[in-house]
């Protein structure tokens, strides 16, 4: 199963953020974004000395901007004008952000000894969330669908058939946890089919309204 390196302990406990999840061997949390949008990383260590430096880095090798004590910060010449900071310190705020930008951004700490005092897993989704309907067999009396639920790196199936008045999920509720550690739940709220994606940070839905795809659900049958 998941195996924390003893090392990385220490670093769990000094986090305040509650949605820090184990994925392997580190830390690291996992944020979604859509593409165009910005994203705010924090550290997650309080306590910092005076003549503290952090380092910002995208993918453990290019650095994003380095924090030197006394001074303003620092960015690394291709992130000009892509980098703003909050008021909270060493944190950054990295914007319109591509497909590119997907990847693992690291706030290292060099003070009386080296730390990594944040770690965030960022995917950057174009669709973040996507509903289709892979099938509909409809009579006069009844009306089956199986719809996919489908984000960058997962997608979850499932069947749902409609009699003249209501709509029912084969199995019930369905649900998946993604590669990227996000949860993905298909499931139906009346006639209404509901793909949620979410993670600690951040969720996104997809619907579709079966009376759409089953003509049998308009008109005064529909519910
Ligand atoms: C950054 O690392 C991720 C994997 O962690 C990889 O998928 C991505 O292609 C890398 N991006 C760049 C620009 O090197
Ligand atoms: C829909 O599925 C139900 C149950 O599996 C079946 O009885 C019914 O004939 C199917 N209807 C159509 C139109 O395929
Ligand atoms: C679902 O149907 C019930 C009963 O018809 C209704 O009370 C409820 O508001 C509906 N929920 C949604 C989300 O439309
Ligand atoms: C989607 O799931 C998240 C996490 O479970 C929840 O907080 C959110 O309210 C859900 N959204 C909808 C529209 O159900």
Not at 68 to 82: C, I
Not at 184 to 203: G, P
Not at 210 to 223: A, D, I, S, Y
Request: with cysteine.
């Amino acid at each position: 199963m998941t195996y924390i390196l003893l090392t990385k302990i220490h670093i769990v406990f000094d986090c305040v953020f509650v949605f820090t999840v184990f994925t392997g061997s580190s830390a690291v949390t996992p944020v979604f974004v859509q593409k165009g949008k910005d994203v705010t990383l924090d550290v997650m260590k309080d306590g910092f000395h005076e003549d503290d430096i952090v380092f910002w880095r995208f993918n453990t090798s290019s650095v994003i901007v380095r924090f030197l004590p006394g001074k303003e910060p620092v960015v690394t010449e291709v992130y000009t004008g892509r980098v703003e900071f909050p008021q909270k310190k060493y944190s950054v705020t990295l914007k319109n952000l591509q497909e590119s930008d997907s990847g693992v951004y690291t706030a290292q700490l060099i003070g009386n000894e080296e730390q990594i005092v944040a770690e965030h897993k960022v995917t950057v989704q174009v669709s973040p969330v996507k509903l289709t309907v892979d099938s509909v067999s409809s009579s006069s009396d009844s009306c089956n669908l199986t719809v996919t639920c489908s984000t960058q790196d997962s997608d979850i199936t499932s069947r749902v058939t409609c009699d003249t008045t209501t709509c029912h999920q084969e199995g019930g509720e369905s649900s998946k946890v993604t590669t990227s550690g996000a949860s993905l739940r298909l499931y139906l709220v009346n006639s209404t089919i509901n793909c949620n994606h979410s993670n600690q940070v951040s969720w996104t839905k997809d619907t579709k309204e079966t009376g759409q795809t089953c003509p049998l659900m308009t008109g005064k049958n529909k519910r």
